[in-house]
């Protein structure tokens, strides 16, 4: 059995625990970390890893948004939402962990069709120039993260999420409906070039049509058919998704 907390533990633990929790503590001081845990209790101690994990809990049963929606096997819904916040969404760390989308305004469907998804009863805000989505819940957004990665955005490129062949249409969906264009003559993907190379990759080998026309610019990219075929066979193969 270990002795009792010496004064020199104890005052370290006091000086030490908020910032760097029991885990850290324990390992220093040669104890478990409920040991550590427990003598905070007695002297009124939390740490922002205690704080960080029962705000994480809370999140979890919140009933604003359906919390587990990035666990488990991904289905063409999580493929649809992911390609839409890998086309325009990003992720909001200052205050609170918020998944933020947009469309401009008058093209609010998409992101109707995203909080359907995703059981979520957050507003959508209106601004002057566009619609704003953002589901703010820390639990919903660290779940993305590990599953999928960060989204790309201004200051770096990213890389798609890792989903099955079989999901490509739906997150090739998604992404449309957030950043590109769709009509009898054309169909046209816009956004940063890791993704934007893989749907142009995926559809060229599930479609079997002719590689796409790109332009570029100083960051994202643009892909575009024009042809025909390739428009009504991609068009079918969009409708596809569930």
Known sequence: MRQMWTATERRLLIAHYAERGATAL?????????SVSSQARRHGLSSRDYRRRTGLAR???????????????????????????????SIKHKFRKVIRTACPRGHSKPLKRIRDLMRSSHLIQTS?????????????????????GVPPGRAHDG????????????FAAGHLSATGSRSPQSVRWFGHASVIAWIAAGISTQVNVPPPKYLNDRVRKSIVWVDPTSVRAISEWLDSEP
């Open 159 to 170: 890389q798609p999420p890792c989903l099955p062949d079989t999901l490509l249409a739906s």
């Open 128 to 148: 002057e120039h566009q619609h704003v989505l953002e589901i703010c819940n820390s639990y919903l957004t660290e779940s993305l993260i590990q599953h999928f």
């Open 26 to 34: 324990a390992e220093e001081l040669g104890r478990t970390a409920d």
């Open 59 to 89: 999140a979890s049963v919140s009933p604003t948004v359906n919390t587990r929606f990035f666990e488990g096997e991904p289905t063409p819904a999580t493929a649809f939402v992911l390609g839409y916040i890998w086309g325009c969404g």
